[in-house]
């Protein structure tokens, strides 16, 4: 497969959350650019955390909603071309 840049993220931003809550598999790889500190939170444990605490399941809402709504975007650009230049 080919390569492609998707998304770059953060500090403090989450990265699998869709496949901790679905059970599926991820939809993408990581790689960081720069030397990085990563927390990997194991499935039960994410879905204990979301599960109690609001605290933490809110914001993970919001940021699942953002970029759901930004790949809707992406998606609805690219149907707002002709044919010929969507290709």
């Known amino acids: 497969g080919q390569e492609v ?3 770059e993220r953060g500090s403090g ?6 496949a901790a809550i679905d059970s599926m598999p991820r939809s993408a790889s990581a790689r960081v650019a720069v030397p990085s ?5 194991p ?9 109690t605490e609001i605290s933490i399941a809110f914001p993970i ?3 699942m909603t953002v970029r759901l709504r930004s790949d809707m ?3 609805v650009d690219g149907r707002s071309h002709d044919m010929a230049s969507r290709v």
Do not use: S
């Open 5 to 7: 840049i998707f998304a």
């Open 13 to 18: 931003h989450l990265v699998g959350e869709m």
């Open 37 to 41: 500190v990563l927390v990997v939170i």
């Open 43 to 51: 499935r039960e444990r994410f879905a204990k955390l979301v599960a």
């Open 61 to 63: 809402l919001q940021a």
């Open 73 to 75: 975007q992406a998606r």
